[in-house]
């Protein structure tokens, strides 16, 4: 791990070691490894994944030196798996790299059981009818799917797997768990030692803001009948109050205390979204449930005993003025409650996995601890099997995107991207691709859009002259700086995906290249 510590030293500060072992173990399925195939498994053979295997039965042709780093004039000829394998292993000798020359097509029609054996699937440059396919072959054997196709100036990205648990949710913001609304009894009684009213300058402007707050809400709540500041009036007072408590206007502490006020008001308990998760019926969990569904289930447990209404401690406090001695056994404190949080947490795990006859120990205490610090941030993703999709979209949604000046191209690409996929069915070519009947494919593949956005249940729809004669006008090309962007999306996605790190993306990702927007359509 010391070599990988050094040579991934950047993004290990992302996901950390944790996080860089999934990657490590993660084998890797790319089909079609054409620009946009090319750029996303770059992208991860960098990254430091176990093992990749590009599938494409095709020839690498003078074409490909346009648009694909991968492949350079002394390629042209040979099989284009081959050459790409090999470029991508020269980038990283860590992984594991094999290449099959098959058309991808043929693998998901004649041998379906050959995806099985990946952690996840990345499918690039496939029309609708191999990805419904891919798709239900992918949820049976439980193999995450990601999709990603580049088009001209438009491309898309969407992943598809039956649920995905994140642990590491790491939202951009999310409120400190320092319970200052509802100390336990070894803070409050910490925070008793503490005067606010000491005449020592230097003391008092060296108390941590947690300390005013938490003294500051007993305070206020002994003369409000047990209730804390609900109003926006009440919450001025309450501000004015820790104002009132300054005798220098150097005390940094109290300008945190007064800004961080409002981590006070906050609503005991957990959040709608976590209670959500806590009622799924995977909660109720059996000899066949994941290990997330298994805390869950001892997470449940917790709150409605041990926790009083609460997740388990986090353990961290966040940075603020303090004298060193006082932030250091404020901190061994919130780490103490959060050890024991833990330990409680682990004897529910220990006993639940029992009792549904599985290994007591089977989850690691490393995991335990980890669900523990991020219980309340933790999230379920589920997606629609394409096929549900494509047959039922969401109507209301369909129809607004339609009329939303904002999302009307998206849209606009979305169907124009299944219409090039039916028009190739009829036509064995992708409209564009012939020279010299550019009207007459603009025709068609009007025509074609319109019956579909008909089969969708959106009868007098159209789309804008423009859109339509741009997608006649790529010819199905794979542009280069398309191929990337839509390329670093997809890695991006995997990464979390394998990492169980970050919200992966839900919805249809639609890269407009022609206003330079990136949209979700939810669908």
């Not at 396919?133 to 580049?150: E, G, T």
């Not at 280069?480 to 997809?490: D, E, M, N, R």
């Not at 990464?495 to 249809?508: A, E, H, V």
Request: charged fraction near 25%.
């Amino acid at each position: 791990m010391a070599e990988s510590k050094t040579k991934y030293d950047r993004q290990l500060r992302i996901w950390g070691e944790q996080g860089q072992a999934a990657l490590e173990k993660a084998s890797i399925c790319l089909l079609n490894c054409g620009p946009t195939g090319s750029e996303t498994l770059k992208n991860l053979v960098l990254g430091g994944v176990g093992s990749i295997t590009v599938v494409d039965g095709s020839k690498v042709e003078i074409g490909d030196l346009g648009n694909n780093f991968m492949v350079d004039e002394s390629s042209v000829g040979q099989s284009k798996a081959k050459t790409v394998c090999a470029s991508l292993q020269e980038l990283n000798d860590a992984v594991k790299a094999k290449f099959i020359e098959e058309y991808p097509e043929k693998l998901i029609q004649s041998s379906p059981s050959f995806f099985s054996q990946f952690t996840l699937v990345v499918a690039t440059q496939l029309v609708e009818s191999s990805m419904v396919k891919l798709d239900k072959i992918c949820r049976d054997a439980n193999v995450i799917l990601i999709f990603a196709r580049s088009y001209g100036l438009t491309g898309c990205v969407r992943i598809s797997v039956k649920e995905h648990a994140v642990i590491e949710s790491k939202p951009d913001h999310f409120l400190d768990d320092l319970r200052l609304n509802d100390p336990w009894p070894e803070l409050k009684r910490f925070a008793e030692t503490i005067d606010l009213d000491t005449a020592d300058p230097v003391v008092h402007k060296h108390t941590p803001y947690v300390i005013i707050l938490i003294k500051m809400a007993e305070e206020w709540a002994k003369t409000h009948d047990g209730n804390l500041p609900s109003t926006r009036e009440e919450k001025k007072i309450f501000k004015d109050l820790i104002k009132a408590k300054t005798i220098a206007s150097d005390e940094d502490n109290y300008k945190e205390a007064i800004e961080a006020s409002f981590k006070v008001f906050s609503p005991k308990g957990i959040s709608p979204a976590l209670q959500q998760i806590i009622n799924d019926s995977c909660s109720d969990v059996n000899s066949s449930s994941s290990d997330f569904w298994v805390l869950v289930a001892a997470l449940k447990e917790f709150i409605a005993n041990e926790g009083g209404g609460e997740a388990p401690l986090e353990g961290a406090i966040p940075d603020m003025t303090s004298s060193t001695e006082l932030y250091v056994n404020l901190q061994q404190i919130y780490q103490a409650k959060a050890e024991a949080d833990f330990l409680v947490m682990e004897k529910h795990v220990r006993k639940i996995l029992k009792k549904i006859g599985r290994d007591p120990d089977s989850i690691s205490k490393a995991t335990i601890k980890s669900f523990c610090k991020n219980a309340r941030k933790v999230k379920i993703c589920r997606y629609r099997l394409i096929e549900d999709e494509y047959s039922s979209p969401v109507h209301l949604e369909l129809q607004k995107y339609l009329t939303d000046e904002d999302y009307c191209v998206a849209v606009g690409f979305y169907i124009l991207l299944r219409a090039v996929d039916r028009f190739a069915a009829n036509c064995n070519r992708f409209p564009g691709q012939l020279d010299g009947e550019m009207d007459e494919e603009i025709s068609r593949l009007k025509t074609t859009a319109i019956t579909l956005l008909n089969d969708l249940g959106c009868n007098g729809s159209t789309l804008t002259e423009d859109l339509i004669n741009e997608m006649c006008r790529y010819g199905a090309a794979e542009l280069h700086a398309v191929a990337a962007f839509i390329g670093g999306i997809a890695s991006q996605e995997v990464i979390k995906l394998i990492t169980r790190q970050f919200i992966p993306m839900s919805g249809t990702f639609i890269f407009n290249g022609i206003d330079h927007k990136s949209q979700l359509l939810l669908l």
